[in-house]
């Protein structure tokens, strides 16, 4: 079966600092897609970068930026200029016949 | 686009009670999937469908549950009789095809008294 694990429960950093949110999967797809989703205390679940797996680049959405590594399966999140509204569950996620979700980190940024 | 549409936002009732919750998904997205979350289980795909048709139910927990999808635009989650542990956020999102990023609802918040 297709997981997704994220190692992580809890996280913290001080503002303006740097974090990475872990991210670890397991597929047999060859093509595939991967997703770093966010949930604030509103409990709204708002996407923040997704990666085609058939790409080697890694994606980069402003302050957002992943660590793709392909062989190893594995998909980080890297979170720089944290800010306090970055404060929130992080939800990894990958495709394969159906979407798989990680189980989350949660993410406070100190101020 | 007003994004994927859920109703009610909160419900609160009986143990016993029928509950429906409803969705609206963006128009154009052919997929569409409902989730509940839990602090115990965490976010679980209860059921999703394509054009319409369900795909796989094999997360729906019990014959309690029941969700059709009538038409593009519309899908419905049902519990008959509803249980105190039925008390969860539902979510429902849509996207263009089940490998695609998937656009959630806010959510119905539902307690089972």
């Known amino acids: 079966a297709q997981t997704v694990t994220q190692s992580q429960p809890e996280m913290s950093v001080q503002e303006a600092e740097t974090v990475t949110l872990s991210c670890t999967y397991d597929?047999?797809?060859?093509?595939?897609?991967l997703f770093w989703y966010k949930q604030p205390p509103s409990r709204q679940m708002i996407l923040v970068i997704r990666?085609?797996?058939?790409?080697?680049q890694n994606a980069t959405e402003n302050r957002f930026s992943v660590n793709f590594q392909k062989a190893a399966k594995s998909f980080s999140l890297k979170i720089s200029d944290s800010q306090l509204g970055d404060t929130a569950m992080y939800f990894c996620?990958?495709?394969?016949?159906?979407?798989?979700f990680g189980t989350g980190t949660s993410l406070t940024v100190i101020p | 686009d007003a994004g994927v549409i859920q109703s009610p936002r909160h419900e609160v009732t009986e143990m016993g009670q029928e509950v429906t919750l409803r969705c609206k998904p963006i128009?154009?997205?052919?997929?569409l999937f409902w989730y509940r979350q839990t602090m115990m289980r965490g976010l679980e795909l209860l059921i999703y469908?394509?054009?319409?048709?369900?795909?796989?139910d094999s997360g729906m927990p019990e014959d309690r549950f029941s969700a059709k999808m009538p038409n593009a635009s519309f899908s419905t989650l049902k519990i008959q009789p509803s249980e105190p542990r039925d008390s969860a956020v539902y979510f429902c999102?849509?996207?263009?095809?089940?490998?695609?990023?998937?656009?959630f609802g806010p959510g119905t918040r539902l307690t089972v008294l």
């Open positions: 999102a849509s996207s263009t095809t089940n490998y695609n990023e998937q656009f």
């Open positions: 996620a990958s495709t394969g016949n159906q979407f798989y």
């Open positions: 597929t047999s797809e060859n093509n595939y897609y």
């Open positions: 128009s154009g997205h052919n997929s």
């Open positions: 469908f394509n054009n319409n048709v369900p795909i796989d």
């Open positions: 990666q085609e797996a058939y790409k080697q």
